[in-house]
């Protein structure tokens, strides 16, 4: 079944240390690719997207993702994080050839930034 | 432009009751969409528009309605609210490649 996997559904790290969190899909065909951030509390924020060109995407606060086609990944990261940016992060798939735009999410991850 | 709204933000029912969550986009986009969101579980479908007079299932439908009267509006419609259906419920609207989401209704059916 095709689906969108991430690695990590609680991630707990200091302030100024690096983030990276894995995303991986099992689609064969042409996908649109998303991270979204989700604050306590609030709603869905999309954080970046990758449609094509560049597999290197830059997103807002500071956050970057890198699509690896060869190995269906669409891994995020950020070099330095805040307390603020503790939040649950999901990434996304939505598949071109479905006849409409099904987004398919996956689990979420929960990072929590310590001062 | 306020994008996706919802209404309302909290509500609280009884089993057996029913309800109707409002979701407007004034973006005048084709495509709308419901979610519920469940801790570790993603977002998961629930039906979804890709136009004014169109709706269809998702893969989660059961126990909700939908109807698309307007480009703008796209409520969700429980007719007999179980446990198991407490979630939070979002809205989306945009284009079959990108998603604009609103706020989150937080349910609660006790």
């Known amino acids: 079944a095709q689906s969108v996997s991430q690695h990590n559904h609680h991630v707990i790290l200091s302030e100024a240390a690096s983030l990276e969190l894995g995303c991986n899909y099992s689609?064969?065909?042409?996908?649109?690719l998303f991270w979204y951030v989700q604050y306590p509390g609030q709603h869905l924020q999309l954080l970046l997207k990758?449609?094509?060109?560049?597999?290197l995407v830059k997103g807002i606060k500071g956050f970057e993702a890198e699509f690896i086609k060869s190995k269906f990944s669409f891994n995020l990261r950020k070099p330095s994080v805040q307390w603020s940016d503790t939040a649950e992060y999901f990434c996304?798939?939505?598949?071109?050839?479905?006849?409409?735009?099904?987004?398919?999410f996956g689990a979420g991850t929960q990072v929590v930034v310590t001062p | 432009n306020a994008g996706v709204t919802q209404t309302p933000k909290f509500r609280i029912l009884k089993i057996g009751q029913s309800m109707t969550l409002q979701c407007t986009q004034d973006?005048?986009?084709?495509?709308m969409y419901w979610y519920r969101q469940d801790p570790g579980m993603g977002l998961k479908l629930i039906y979804y528009s890709v136009g004014a007079g169109i709706t269809d299932k998702g893969e989660v439908p059961n126990g909700y309605n939908v109807s698309r009267s307007t480009t703008e509006d796209f409520p969700l419609r429980l007719e007999l609210a179980a446990p198991s259906q407490t979630s939070v419920y979002f809205c989306a609207g945009g284009t079959d490649y990108e998603q604009y989401f609103g706020p989150g209704t937080r349910l609660t059916v006790t």
């Open positions: 996304a798939v939505i598949l071109l050839t479905d006849s409409w735009g099904k987004l398919q």
């Open positions: 990758y449609f094509s060109g560049d597999p």
């Open positions: 973006m005048n986009h084709n495509y």
């Open positions: 689609y064969g065909g042409t996908v649109n």
